[in-house]
Structures are given as structure tokens and as C-alpha cells.
């Protein structure tokens, strides 16, 4: 059996007994540490699991799924994720060769990102899409995640953005070498979030007059969802820009335009001097 179970979010009992008993009882478990990260260290996660784990870092989940499958059909083996198992496409990869393989499979879920954000105060079903934005570099400047912002501020809905991580990314001269060398890893902040988007919003304003989004607009901060240090806060977008909420990782959410009473309610206790009522518009 193979089985994809997840970590939740914030440190090592926030796994289900379920999924606790699954990693005890199986010949060999990943740790996936490549589409997100736990607030714990490997060594803490083995002595609590009693056992070792096998690190599947970025190469590995992208192109060798099959040597994580490989022998499922026969004992269990098990890839543990930070969050839900599904809460990152990659991991649906998994299911549709364990598939193709006649490989038998279970999802143990658990809390993720996409849920625990309620923890702010704004309504779940008030949420539109939900974005990635990605870190730019001095020749690639997405911002197509903008439009999708803007469409759910049209339709007065929320907007939840996750924010890039690099973890074990090759440097660009090392793709050009048969030894590949890796860059730091890095973790977007709400502030660096938040001054990309500021970027763009000072070019939609020069070429369409962009009323949607601007340096006054609403926005919250959220670091280490789930955990013991977890933080808040709620600036304008401006602000936001100089805002440190310290270590990963971070979220950033643009509010509807209109919010319930309640979901005000609850973001004044961490909007510090600002006046939230006189946002709700």
C-alpha cells in the first residue's frame, strides 16, 4: 500500500493517530520537504516517529516518483507532506502512477494552509481563487496573479496568496555544468509580497487607471500558521511593505472590498492604529 499522509501544519502531534500508527507500521517513509516545510527538525521528527526518513527532496519528488513507489505493491510505504497531502498539485502526480501501477493507495488528510487561513477571521467561503505569487528576478517578472486578485475584488471576494519558496533551486551556472550547485533557500516574505505587488499596481495605475487595488487597499499578514509563534497582521498594503513578521512561512491575503461585521470584528484586534470600518467599502 501506498500512502500519502499529512503533517498539518504547525509541529510533530499535529499528525493523526491514523496517520501516526501508518508511519510506525511501514517499510520505508519519505518526508517531502520541497513544496513546503515543518516547523521541527528532521532529527526531532525521527525520535518521535522512532524511526528513520527517507529525505524526498525536490529531484526526487519531480523525477523519481517511481523509486518512491517502487516495492509499494508488495509492503506500505509512506510520503509524509507538511499540510494536506492535495494542498500542492504535485502530489496528485503520486496517485496517478500508484494508478497506472496497480499500486493500492490512502490519503490521510489533515489541516493545511487553505483552511487554517480562517484563523484571521475571514470567512471560508468568502475566499475567491486562491494565487501563487513567485519571486521575480532581473528578467522575469510575472504578474498574472494580479488579474486574478482583481477579479475576485470584483466579485467581492478574498484572495489567499501563497508565497514562493526555494528550496534546493539550482544555481543558473550550474545548469550548465553536469555538477549542479544549489542556491540557498529562500522564503518569500508578506513584505516582499507585498512590494511586487505595490510594483504592479503603480504600472496598472500609469496605463489603465487601476481603481481596484492601491497602497491604501486592506491587506493581512500571516506567518507560521499553526504554530506555537504564529503571527498577524493587518496593514495597508503600504504598510505591509515594511512589515516583519519574521521566519516562514508566510501568507498574504487581500480582502473583499466588503467585508461581514464580524470578519471586521475580528481583524481590528490585529489592524494596531488603523480603523477598519473605514475600509469596509
Known amino acids: 500500500m501506498f500512502y500519502l499522509i499529512g503533517l498539518g501544519l ?3 502531534k499535529d499528525i493523526t493517530v491514523k496517520g501516526l500508527e501508518i508511519v510506525k507500521q511501514c517499510s520505508r517513509v519519505y518526508l517531502e520537504m520541497y513544496t513546503s516545510i515543518l516547523g521541527v527538525s528532521l532529527e526531532d521528527m525521527q525520535e518521535f516517529y522512532g524511526r528513520p526518513l527517507l529525505l524526498a527532496d525536490r529531484d526526487l519528488v519531480e523525477q523519481g516518483a517511481d523509486e518512491i513507489l517502487a516495492g509499494a505493491g508488495e509492503s506500505d ?18 496517485i496517478l502512477r500508484a494508478k497506472e501501477k496497480n499500486i493500492p493507495y490512502k490519503v ?8 487554517a487561513v480562517g484563523c484571521c477571521g475571514l ?8 494565487v501563487s505569487i513567485p519571486y521575480w528576478d532581473e528578467t522575469w517578472k510575472p504578474d498574472s496573479f494580479y488579474d486574478k486578485i482583481k477579479l475576485n475584488r470584483l466579485h467581492n471576494m478574498h484572495t489567499l496568496c501563497l508565497l514562493d519558496i526555494k528550496v534546493k533551486e539550482p544555481t543558473p551556472e550550474s545548469l550548465m555544468r553536469k555538477r549542479k550547485e544549489y542556491m540557498p533557500p529562500r522564503f518569500m516574505t508578506v513584505a516582499e509580497a507585498a512590494q511586487q505587488l505595490l510594483s504592479i499596481v503603480e504600472k496598472k495605475d500609469s496605463l489603465e487607471k487601476n481603481t481596484v487595488l ?5 491587506c493581512v499578514g ?3 500558521v499553526g504554530q506555537e509563534s504564529q503571527q498577524i497582521a493587518v496593514s495597508t498594503l503600504l504598510e505591509m511593505r515594511s512589515t516583519d513578521l519574521g521566519g516562514p512561512l508566510h501568507s498574504l491575503i487581500i480582502p473583499a472590498k466588503e467585508m461581514h461585521p464580524l470578519e471586521v470584528e475580528f481583524l481590528q484586534q490585529y489592524a494596531r492604529s488603523l480603523k477598519l470600518d473605514d475600509y469596509n467599502h
Do not use: C, W
Open 108 to 115: 490521510i488528510h489533515n489541516a493545511s494552509i487553505m483552511n
Open 77 to 94: 510505504v509512506a510520503l509524509l507532506v507538511v499540510g494536506d497531502p492535495f494542498g500542492a498539485t504535485t502530489h496528485t502526480d503520486f
Open 222 to 224: 500571516l506567518a507560521r
Open 123 to 130: 470567512q471560508l467561503y468568502k475566499f475567491g481563487e486562491t
Open 214 to 218: 492601491n497602497e491604501q487597499s486592506l
Open 10 to 12: 504547525g509541529d510533530l
